[in-house]
């Protein structure tokens, strides 16, 4: 794994193998820490009302996700390439879009996120039951159904008795990001990355194709999976988008962090690794 990402790496930049691995996991490493910083922090200054649970509930998950999306693509420098994080970057668009969403309205719309996700988990109980309908279930199965009815069972939320199961915001995710006020966002980002997430036509041929070499076949184009240099601008983009993610919510709930962020210090890291390859 280490020589795979050495020889990856220096296909980027051109540097000392050993000195440079060390720079980059080291940068990695601080990176993850403040981003795990900057959620606790933003956690503990916020002021929990218990009766609109949901709302921090979810926010406080969203924010979450945004980091683990960000923190596991940092620790996975392999896939910082076309291939693959384009997948988290998408995901990472899609957590940004919701939360932006549901900030302009806290208590409606995080009870939609809810309910639609507890609406989804019943429906993968029924598709699973019917399954196996007609014999008994395995030992796992039967484990597998249990805990899915207890966690849906464990929701105790005051507002499910009242609401019925319905989509969740009801609109496209363009509208979405056109009600927060983030299109810019939905069509930079999103969109773009769609076409890896889907593996649709504009990606794969581009990644996934190549120029037959024998002159007699027209130029026409063979399948191939090349390996990819690994390119940190992928782990800039996952900072940048979690930064943007907590300077909504900052926004929205009126708080305020002090310090360096997980994102300033980013950018701080890598302008001096391209610095120091640029020397090399
Ligand atoms: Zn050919």
Excluded at 26 to 52: M, T
Excluded at 81 to 107: C, F, T
């Amino acid at each position: 794994m280490a020589s795979k990402l050495i020889d990856a790496i220096s296909r980027t930049l051109p540097m000392d193998e050993g000195q440079e691995l060390k720079q980059i996991n080291q940068i990695i490493g601080v990176f993850v820490n403040k981003a795990r910083q900057e959620l606790k922090a933003r956690w503990d200054q916020w002021h929990i009302d218990l009766s609109k649970n949901e709302f921090y509930e979810v926010v406080g998950a969203l924010l979450a996700r945004q980091v683990t999306l960000a923190t596991q693509l940092a620790e996975n420098p392999l896939i910082w390439n076309g291939h693959i994080a384009p997948l988290i970057l998408r995901a990472m668009a899609d957590v940004y879009i919701s939360l932006a969403w549901i900030l302009k309205e806290p208590i409606d719309r995080s009870r939609k996120f809810v309910l639609y996700g507890l609406g989804q988990e019943k429906l993968n109980l029924e598709h699973r039951k019917a399954q196996i309908e007609k014999r008994d279930p395995t030992p796992a199965e039967k484990i597998m159904i249990e805990s899915s009815e207890a966690w849906i069972n464990s929701q105790r939320f005051t507002f499910l008795t009242e609401v019925n199961l319905g989509s969740w915001s009801g609109i496209s995710t363009r509208q979405m990001a056109e009600e927060a006020g983030c299109i810019d966002f939905y069509n930079y980002v999103y969109t773009p990355f769609s076409a890896c997430s889907h593996s649709m036509w504009n990606h794969i041929a581009r990644y996934n194709l190549r120029q037959c070499l024998n002159p007699l076949h027209q130029y026409h184009r063979c399948p191939y999976d090349p390996e990819m240099p690994v390119d940190p601008e992928y782990l800039y983009l996952a900072g940048k988008y979690l930064q943007r993610s907590f300077s909504t919510f900052d926004e929205s709930v009126d708080m305020k962090i002090e310090g360096q962020s997980a994102f300033e210090k980013l950018c701080e890291d890598l302008n001096q690794l391209n610095k120091v390859s640029d020397e090399s």
